[in-house]
């Protein structure tokens, strides 16, 4: 299974957003964060963000075949670096698809300030994930709803770690 990374471009626009309603969907009916959620966001909006200067789109191959994306956000003049977001198909999730993912970015990019990130704190398989991938909670959460809160995590860039 080789897990490589493809940088997205506009054309890929319409891939992306078709991944990311698949894979955003099931949370989307969970929490009903409709205003949020990838998962009920217009392709006109990915590539609005694809135009931000300070954002890399790629897309994950599985092989030849595109099952998810990840968006960097390179802050503060590149000093920093933010997911958001990053997903994976459900069909091939808990293949150590993400691991390998932000692996591949972390070699990519290397902010002297890290990374950054947010995630549902109700999905503990999520905590799970960026925690087993050394992101700490920052403290910081934001209330979607009654029924979700984001938390904030941060990693310390390779190169500021012991």
Not at 79 to 100: D, H, K, M, Y
Not at 124 to 131: K, Q, R, S, V
Request: charge should be positive.
């Amino acid at each position: 299974m080789e897990i490589t990374l493809k940088q997205a471009t506009r054309a890929d626009a319409a891939c992306i957003h078709r991944l990311q309603l698949a894979s955003f969907r099931a949370l989307l009916d969970k929490y009903q964060d409709l205003d949020t959620s990838p998962g009920n966001e217009s392709c006109a909006r990915i590539l609005l963000r694809m135009e931000q200067p300070e954002t890399d789109y790629f897309l994950i191959q599985l092989g030849e075949r595109a099952v998810g994306a990840i968006r960097i956000v390179r802050l503060e003049a590149g000093t920093r670096c933010r997911v958001s977001p990053v997903f994976i198909l459900p069909e091939v999730r808990n293949r150590g698809i993400a691991q390998a993912v932000f692996a591949l970015i972390e070699q990519r990019y290397q902010p002297p300030g890290g990374w950054e990130l947010e995630t549902i704190r109700e999905e503990p398989g999520n905590c799970h994930l960026y925690e087993k991938l050394g992101y700490r909670a920052t403290g910081a959460t934001h209330r979607i709803n009654a029924r979700m809160t984001l938390v904030g995590y941060a990693k310390p860039s390779a190169r500021n770690r012991p």
